[in-house]
């Protein structure tokens, strides 16, 4: 009997996954109990049995043990995904056989399965049904999904996809973040083409050269910089020529002649290469700023956007700065950590020499405070030095003396303080990926699978990184009520004490507690201490019933012989007394 028991449990923690058996059982169930057509006589109902057998009792007590996490805890939950692991309780016998109530309870029960199998299907849908996702999808290896995205941005992918990717992503980032530890992270911004790659190459000290763009295999006539290949300090970082961002993760680059300075060349912030890598940008710029002693940070603007396109770069520019600093008061606190370089400026125009001033004097036409800020923060730059002349243009030692100048925001205040840059369908589709997580979770904890549980709850973790209050939320009311019901229905001990199988209820523990090991931060509601009591208790409990056996059986035995010690004495005494 226990051995049944276990299996039953087993099975149904492997059938809780899975959408389609669902479905089936309940049509099935359906077609065992048929409406009455128009016209038919109701069918009669039986009388009940006058005695309960051993199976139904079985299958009656683990419906029971599973009904306290069956039910919703919401009424509102009819439109978020399915918890599939912990929404469907075990028929008892009597409803399998297909219900012994009358007409009412047989139309009753129909009309609830039609509701609830349209309700299986509209989920499944809604969910991509995690057994199709499961099985029927030819996973990719993470590095050349991420090489097909990034030649392919818009590519859709499926739910399994987009968290491999996300997780691969965060991978690399965390790896990539590690040089900035205790150092001070000088944070280089801007859009993409404002020439972050090649500032990041002048001041670590890369000798920059004029080439035209047909060496390079590009269009145009326009010659670009390059690093030379003779410049004693090679290029660290690739330079990109269009107006994709050639950067792909933050680039952490150690500073030669400051040991305690490295650069930070950020992904442009007007590209878009997908939701799942704008996410894992988030993520991995945070664990920079997380591991960095301190940020220092240079806003990189290109002159002809300033220039041209009706303002356009201008409210770019000071949209950066609200994503980055949440505000204009934020930003004239630490003003004095930030610079504006103007970068691609002629040293004319209209043979007038390009200057600070002007360049003061567009910004501050906006009449903004972002721009009035950035304003004062002014420098003009050019990557070949071709600017000695004219003293507003800063060589590339100068730029490299006044970054050494700026304050430095210390680690704490700038993780608090900088925003995370994501689109409202980047925020939207970080969502659902943590929604889709709750399922994985959920099942890998009925399935035991360690290895799976670490890995998606170390996702979640790192999701968690993007500090926003929505991400908080959804797992505090949907992702944790799931874990802990799963980790609830591993702990019912009942089911392996009620037959006194103590090693497998200890086993069971054992198994949960390496399951709870792969959860670091999560606030759970299994006690396992408690749960240990409980063994213990039943063991005790247990203990106590075998020696009132033993002691039973003893007095037993011992009343058995009393009897026939008297028996024996009766016989002897009619024999030596013969009437």
Not at 269 to 292: C, K, P, S, Y
Not at 329 to 337: F, K, P, T, V
Request: glycine content about 6%.
């Amino acid at each position: 009997m226990t051995t049944k028991v276990f299996t039953y449990d087993f099975r149904f923690a492997k059938c809780a996954c899975k959408m389609s058996t669902r479905c089936l059982l309940a049509i099935l169930l359906y077609s065992c109990n048929p409406s009455p057509g128009p016209g038919e006589p109701s069918p009669k109902p039986e009388s009940p049995k006058a005695h309960t057998t051993p199976t139904q009792k079985e299958n009656s007590s683990v419906a029971q043990r599973n009904a306290t996490v069956s039910a919703p805890a919401h009424s509102e939950d009819a439109h978020k995904p399915l918890n599939t692991t912990n929404s469907i309780r075990p028929s008892s016998h009597s409803e399998q056989a297909g219900g012994h109530s009358g007409v009412a309870s047989s139309q009753g029960q129909n009309l609830d399965l039609d509701r609830e199998i349209g309700q299986l299907r509209a989920t499944a849908k809604n969910n991509d049904d995690y057994e199709s996702i499961q099985h029927s999808e030819t996973p990719l290896d993470p590095q050349e999904l991420l090489n097909e995205k990034l030649a392919n941005p818009n590519r859709e992918l499926s739910t399994t996809e987009s968290i491999s990717l996300i997780e691969h992503c965060a991978q690399l980032g965390e790896q990539n973040a590690a040089p900035a530890a205790e150092k001070e992270a000088l944070m280089v911004l801007g859009n993409a083409g404002a020439g972050k790659s090649t500032t990041v190459n002048c001041l670590v000290g890369c000798e920059m050269k004029l080439v035209k763009p047909g060496e390079l295999g590009l269009s145009g006539i326009k010659k670009v910089v390059v690093v030379d290949p003779e410049s004693h300090v090679r290029e660290v970082v690739s330079i990109g020529h269009g107006r994709r961002s050639h950067t792909f993760l933050p680039q952490i680059v150690p500073d030669p002649e400051h040991t305690h300075r490295a650069y930070c060349d950020c992904p442009g912030f007007a590209d878009n290469r997908g939701a799942e890598i704008n996410i894992a940008n988030a993520i991995n710029t945070r664990r920079v700023l997380q591991r960095a002693r301190g940020v220092k940070a240079v806003f990189l603007a290109e002159y002809a956007g300033l220039i041209g396109n009706r303002g356009s770069s201008i409210r770019a520019l000071e949209s950066m700065c609200h994503q980055l600093f949440g505000n204009a008061d934020n930003l004239r606190r630490h003003q004095h950590a930030v610079l504006l370089g103007i970068t691609k400026a002629p040293l004319y125009e209209d043979d007038e020499p390009v200057t600070r001033s002007m360049m003061h004097s567009l910004l501050t036409r906006t009449n903004t405070p972002t721009m009035q800020i950035l304003a004062d923060r002014i420098f003009l730059y050019d990557p070949l030095d071709r600017g000695r002349d004219n003293p507003d243009f800063w060589s590339v030692e100068r730029c490299r003396d006044e970054i050494d100048q700026l304050d430095s925001i210390p680690q704490r205040e700038a993780t608090t303080l900088f925003q995370t840059v994501l689109t409202d369908s980047d925020r939207t589709h970080l969502l659902n990926t943590i929604r889709q997580l709750r399922p994985k979770i959920s099942h890998a904890i009925t399935q035991g699978d360690e290895v799976a549980l670490g890995q998606h709850w170390q996702l979640l973790q790192r999701l968690q990184v993007v500090q926003y209050p929505e991400i908080d939320q959804l797992i505090e009311e949907e992702v944790l009520p799931a874990i802990n019901v799963a980790l609830k229905q591993l702990g019912d001990l009942e089911t392996w004490t009620d037959e006194d199988e103590f090693d497998q209820a200890e086993a069971h523990i054992e198994q949960l507690t390496r399951l709870i090991q792969q959860l670091p931060g999560a606030m759970l509601d299994v006690d396992l201490n408690a749960l240990n009591q409980r063994l213990t208790h039943y063991r005790e409990q247990y203990a106590q019933r075998q020696r009132m056996n033993t002691e039973k059986q003893r007095l037993e035995h011992e009343l058995i012989q009393l009897n026939e010690q008297q028996q024996l004495s009766t016989t002897r005494d009619q024999n030596d007394n013969p009437t």
